[in-house]
């Protein structure tokens, strides 16, 4: 193990080498009370979610012989995508431990990907553990869904498109942050920018760690949230420094201000965010983000949620 | 009035126009049956269909004096939303007349653009009749929504888009079809490509049309269709010649087909595609579209939609 934290030369590396790998996501124009903002849809990416970026990133720089001896993630789902889809285009095999209550839809799609499954309960066993013993069985490489340096460059490959995309970078973002990966990233790729992370209310230890300038847990016990894909309950020291050091602070937002913002997603921007791609855009529109000038950016991370909860949403929330 | 046609560098000149002021929307990959397809997502257009382009490319054509005098369109909601987009950043007043049944999230973003709205019922009242009155009254110019050059040419931008994006053009695209001005567009932009275009079943005018060499109107009485934007009784000389020199030819898909189209789209592609912008993605998924060469682009067109229909469409198909 190498003491290497990630940077922004990692950063802009990793971009290069995802270049046609992954999708150019665009950035759709939001007019929101006299102002123009910038969505970065993420939701748009292969696989749901920004997660085929750090996890081509990594896989991309295995050797032969860890090649055939495969890969292990824990994942609620997004990063089990990424992962299983990364995999089965470089010709590895992925054993991916999902929670028995996953989205029914991520847990299809990854298995449609390709990957072998391995559930465990959320409540009673470890998934760190039985990750861990799985690819020590296996001889496997474990490839963490945050922590880990090449997983956050890739993830940073977000910023790198949004300057060359709006060509310089915007003044403020904002991106939903579980772990931290994707906001470390492009904290790190957008030195000069603004930074605020977003994160559900009582799962707010990124903010609060960010805030205290020390990484402090989840306090338990955790309220119940839709954001399955932010259900994390400590950050990680590579994504907490590279936030720290930029200067990120965080804000919390409420499920009914995420619910809100999944209905305006699909009328206002017709795309499918789900509940923990979707807390950036509820702080923007809840106003609990404060103050965002004209022409910052929002991060929509993810699309993957089941159509059933959708369809509730949408029948629930004002439309306009 | 000249006898000007829409032509492939017209529709060059228009893309070049229109660069900066519209969103150049993504192509998708779609892997389906084992080849890997591109979806151009036009859903994500601003006003939430491609019909921004061709609204936009004949109004910065007007002269200062017909500005002054403002505009006037009729539509059931798409090219409405287009005009009252397009005029605002114009400065120009805009009048839309629309159906008293179109679907209420475009009469209210048609509104939310600064349109004034007039009311018409279909069964009864002529939309053209209307039109013209208003046009004539007022000095305002009428903007068709696909019987005109300069509308065609600026919807053909998004065929020049594809091929840039993909880097050549495609061998095959399917595309929706109302009054064709789209298809039109990008059979000028595109004229190495076999254009396939899709309409509602007993909606099938310019396939019919096509295939007997000369046009031919809708057969009454027309079923009942959920794409209100593909309504269209009868194709213009333009798009029907275009179409036609270009060797076109056209499907037509049902409304279950459709459904199936719209799930898709929201499960896998994580995009809101309305009825009508959902019919070419319908042919391909029914395998109505025939056998479809691995690298073929299929345009979804549009995504506007009740939320409450989406959400009635989600509950009821099959969602892989």
Redesign the interface.
Known sequence: MTERKPTPSGVRGAADRLAGQV????L??LDHGGRRYWVK?E??Q?G?SFKLRGATNRLTQLGEAERARGVVAFSSGNHAQGVALAARRLGIAAAIVMPSDAPK?KV?ATR?AGAEIIFYDRATESREEIGARLAAERGATLVPSFDDVDVIEGQGSVGVEIEAQLGHAPERLLVPCGGGGLAAGIALALPETSVKIVEPEGWDDMARSLAAGRIVPVEEPAPPTRCDALQTKRVSPFTFGALMEAGARGVAVGEADIEVAM?FA??K????AEPGGAVALAALLSGKAGEVPDGSVVVVSG??V???L???I??A?P??
């Not at 999708?23 to 665009?26: A, N």
């Not at 921007?269 to 499918?272: N, P, Y």
């Open positions: 999708t150019r996501t665009p759709l124009p849809a939701c748009l292969q749901g839809v299809e449609a209905a699909f009328a921007l017709r795309i499918v699309g993957n089941d159509p059933a959708y369809a509730e949408l029948r929330a439309t306009s």
